[in-house]
Structures are given as structure tokens and as C-alpha cells.
């Protein structure tokens, strides 16, 4: 039977870079002729991917998929965890909702469970591919879950796969992260790691050398590289670590102030990644009233509990603020999955999905209602929009659990095609007040450039001809590339490839 050379890629923490390097090597790998799958086992992420076949798993996988030339499947995520309330979490298992669990519940319910679905789902992989790259998840050393943990070392005796332990130098600690980690494993998990890579470095590396040879000295374990820091890479982030890297101050040097209210649990973040790449554009994070200003947009996004964090809007006068610069018609209005549920005149929650609250008030800026509902809709789809004189083509897809219906004398925003049947998504107020289910809708070039244009020429500064129009997943796959070459440039491949072969000619190391 055909069993595929396995790489694990593990951190020191989230964050550290680990997504990253594993959608490097996936790349790699399939540069160099290997058929190649990413898997992480278990993902606890709010920021997701819809499948070919319209179900879910964790971005960064598929991402990673993408990075590879493959089209990506659950068994690449078998398990998304989605945490939606305070110490609970929706466990979505092969792309669809199992079941609603606390983490103790979790821990002591699902694991043999979980372990035997993750077992499945990997073999599945190593008999159709070359070569996988298994991602982890926070640190091996979390000692206190290690008995019942689903995406580290047990996964990698699982594959008996070697392991590359990441650290993140640009926090500072890296060696005594790196040390302290591989202090904290079992000893013969500690067997596994090949080898290190320091992830993000800036500056002259012969400042570091002292460092990584008293690390080897010290260790045992070689360092395989060092990640230089890439800046502006347009590769989507999974953890919300991630965040903290958008701008928190009010542009003072770019013309369109975009603005996106930081929800608690907001998703699928990404939708806001576009715009990042627009010159004229500055993307900010606000998570207060003395924070919004007056920016040219607002974009209300995603959100694992609508009903929670349109609470929390409205204690902070959040929703105050924002129903007036809405009026001041200088402010645009953009709300995309739980956002625009929140710009409705009322969210119901009949079933208890989110909370005990019944009903709520909405911001109201648009005509129509949403009632919460147990099932789940997961679909990619194509659309058309109406805007601006133009008929637009969009292509995107539907993560939520509600239904929205618009009042009678309501618009809606997107014509969908989905397999053999057509409806419509959204609401729209001219071009003021927009809400719509239709994630990754900015990662149409041609709708983001007409959109942005209706504010360029609100505000009186040069549009964006078609001609000038910038392909937003051009960018990302040339920076596949450019990721990929840094990591050949920098990363010791041929160490990691022997390690591969080495350990699938060995017997497995303690279940």
C-alpha cells in the first residue's frame, strides 16, 4: 500500500509562523513534481474555507491547498473547533456541525472519537499522495492538555512523521522558547524534532550566528533556517493573533479610510484582505466610539455570535455612532455575513443557536430580518451584481446559520447561481447601506475597483480605470512563489527530505 513521506510543523506558540512555513513547503514539494496534501488534524479557527463540495474546514488548509495546485477536501481538516461562546465551541467534524460542547465535555467525550476520525481521514490522504505537510496547533508543551491532546505529538506518532519546532524571534525569547519547549516534551517525542527554524527574523544574521551555534551546542538539534521577515504578503492568516498587525490609528496619508469594527468573535476576517493591496487605501481595526471617526467606509464583518457582539456594540454606542455617520451620507455602509444580519431591524434566535436571548433589535439601517436557525449553510457560488451601471460577475461562498428576508419594497444585492438553482442574497440601500451572506465578495477584482470608484468619486480624487484594476489573486500566487523562494533560499531542504525518508523507514514510537 502507498504511504506518503509525512512533515510535521509545530510552534512554540500561536502565531509563530507555522501556517506560513507549512503552505512553503507544500508549494515546494509541488514545485519539485511531489503530489502533495496539507493536514492539520484539528483546527480551532473562526476564520474558514468552503469546500468544492460546500462544507468546512480551517483557511490556512485551505490555503495550503491552494499553495499545493490541489483542490482541497476535509480530510485535509477533519476537525474545525469554532468557538462561538465563553468556554464553548461549535465542533464541526469532515465539514459539517457535529455538535455544540464545552471543552471539558470535548476532552472527555470526543477524543477517542475524534482520535479515530483523525486517524481515517490521514490514511485516506497517504494513500493517494507523495508527500504531506502535517501543521500543529498553539505548542507541544501545553503539559496540562497533553494527555488528551489531537493535533501535536500524537499526531506526528500517528504518521510517524519528523517534526521542525518554529519560533518567532520577532516576539524576542526565541531561544529560550525554543529550549523550554523541547525541555517540556516526553523525551521520546523529543526524538522526533529534526531540527529548528527561526521565523521572522529581521537585521544582519551574523548578529544571530553566536546564538544558533550555541543553540546546536546546546540542544543537539541542528537549525535547518532562518525566515527572514516578509513584508505584504497576500496570503491569507488563520488565528486572529493575526490581527494585531492591522493599523489602529486613523489614516493620515492614504485617502480612503476603511474602517472595520473588531467583533469580538468575528470570522472569516480575510474578506477585508483586499483592500490592503489598494494604494489609495487604509485598513483599520476599531474597537471603539473614540477610534471610529469618520472614516469613507465601515465594514461590519463576520461574527461566530451576532447576537453577543451586537450587544456589545450597543453598550460601547457603537451602534449609535455608526447610524449616524450613516446619515451623514459621507460614510459608507458595509456589513457581510453576521454583519449584515446586525444592520437588519431584528435578529430572532428561536433555538437558542447563539444565546438565551430571544429577539434583539438590529442596527436598522436595512429593511430586512433574520431568524436564526440550527442548520448550516456551506455553499460556493457564483453571482451577478447590478451596480453602478454595470452588471458585475462575482464568485464567492455562504458560511451562517439564519435565514434573512427582506420587506416587500426591499433590494437585494446578489444574483446567485448555485448548481441548477438561482436566488437572491443581500440588501442594498443604493450604494450607502450594504449587507450581504456573500463571503470573499472584495476578492472580486472588478466589483472591489467599482465599489472603491463610487467612493473615489464621492470624494472627488482620480477612479480606477478597468486597465488599472489590481488582481488580487494574481498578487497572492506570486507571493506563493515568493514565499517558496525564500524558504528554499533559507530553510535547509535537503536535510528536511532525508528526514522525511528516515523516519518512514523506522517503526512507529509509542502510540
Given amino acids: 500500500m502507498r504511504r506518503a513521506l509525512p512533515l510535521m510543523i509545530q510552534g512554540t506558540h500561536s502565531d509563530a509562523g507555522k501556517s506560513l512555513i507549512a503552505t512553503a513547503l507544500c508549494r515546494i514539494f509541488t514545485e519539485d513534481g511531489k503530489l502533495t496534501s496539507p493536514f492539520k488534524s484539528q483546527n480551532m479557527s473562526l476564520n474558514s474555507y468552503v469546500t468544492v463540495d460546500g462544507l468546512e474546514i480551517g483557511r490556512a488548509q485551505g490555503v495550503q491547498a491552494e499553495a499545493a495546485g490541489i483542490v482541497a477536501t476535509t480530510d485535509m481538516n477533519p476537525i474545525l473547533i469554532k468557538p462561538s461562546r465563553e468556554y464553548e465551541s461549535q465542533i464541526v467534524v469532515h465539514g459539517k456541525p457535529y455538535r455544540t460542547m464545552k471543552a471539558g465535555q470535548y476532552r472527555t467525550e470526543f477524543y477517542e472519537k ?105 540542544t543537539g538539534i541542528p537549525v535547518l533556517g532562518v525566515m527572514p521577515y516578509l513584508d505584504n504578503l497576500n496570503i491569507e492568516a488563520e488565528d486572529s493573533l493575526a490581527l494585531s498587525s492591522y493599523s489602529r490609528n486613523r489614516n493620515t496619508g492614504k485617502a480612503i479610510d476603511i474602517a472595520v469594527i473588531a467583533l469580538s468573535r468575528m470570522s472569516n476576517f480575510t474578506d477585508i484582505d483586499p483592500f490592503t493591496v489598494e494604494i489609495d ?53 458595509f456589513g457581510i455575513c453576521g454583519g449584515y444580519q446586525m444592520l437588519g431591524e431584528q435578529i430572532e434566535d428561536p433555538h437558542g443557536v447563539e444565546t438565551t436571548i430571544k429577539a434583539i433589535e438590529g442596527i436598522g439601517l436595512l429593511p430586512v430580518r433574520t431568524v436564526l436557525t440550527t442548520d448550516k449553510s456551506t455553499i460556493r457560488s457564483k453571482g451577478r451584481i447590478d451596480f453602478d451601471t454595470s452588471l458585475i460577475s462575482v464568485e ?22 448555485h448548481e441548477d438553482q438561482v436566488h437572491m442574497d443581500g440588501c442594498k440601500i443604493g450604494d450607502s447601506v450594504i449587507g450581504t451572506y456573500f463571503h470573499g465578495i472584495f476578492h472580486n477584482d472588478e466589483f472591489r475597483t467599482a465599489y472603491l470608484n463610487v467612493i473615489r468619486r464621492r470624494k472627488g480624487i482620480q477612479e480606477l480605470s478597468p486597465d488599472d484594476t489590481i488582481h488580487y489573486s494574481e498578487l497572492r500566487n506570486q507571493d506563493f512563489v515568493r514565499l517558496a523562494a525564500a524558504a528554499r533560499e533559507h530553510i535547509d531542504m535537503v536535510a528536511l527530505q532525508q528526514a522525511m525518508e528516515q523516519f518512514q523507514g523506522k517503526g512507529m514510537v509509542k502510540k
Avoid at 167 to 194: H, K, N
Avoid at 203 to 210: K, Q, V, Y
Wanted: contains cysteine.
Fill in 114 to 218: 475524534g482520535k479515530q476520525i483523525i486517524q481515517d481521514a490521514y490514511n485516506r490522504l497517504s494513500e493517494i499522495y507523495d508527500c504531506i505537510v502535517i501543521e500543529g496547533a498553539g505548542s507541544p508543551a501545553e503539559i496540562n492538555l497533553n494527555d488528551r491532546e489531537l493535533v501535536n505529538m500524537r499526531v506526528a506518532r500517528m504518521a510517524n512523521a519528523p517534526v521542525v519546532l518554529v519560533g518567532d524571534i520577532d516576539r524576542g525569547g526565541v531561544f529560550a522558547s525554543l529550549v523550554g519547549t523541547l525541555q517540556l516534551i516526553d523525551p521520546l517525542d523529543r526524538e522526533r524534532v529534526v531540527g529548528v527554524i527561526i521565523n521572522k527574523f529581521r537585521g544582519d544574521i551574523r548578529l544571530l550566528e553566536p546564538g544558533l551555534d550555541w543553540f546546536h551546542d546546546y
Fill in 281 to 333: 487605501c487604509h485598513v483599520r481595526l476599531v474597537r471603539s466610539v473614540e477610534e471610529l471617526g469618520e472614516p469613507d467606509l465601515i465594514i461590519l464583518p463576520g461574527s461566530k455570535n451576532t447576537i453577543e457582539d451586537l450587544i456589545e456594540l450597543l453598550n460601547k454606542d457603537m451602534v449609535k455612532a455608526i447610524v449616524e455617520l450613516s446619515q451623514g451620507k459621507r460614510t459608507s455602509i
Fill in 396 to 417: 464567492g461562498y455562504e458560511i451562517h446559520m439564519g435565514r434573512t428576508t427582506l420587506s416587500i419594497e426591499a433590494e437585494s444585492f446578489v444574483q446567485v447561481f
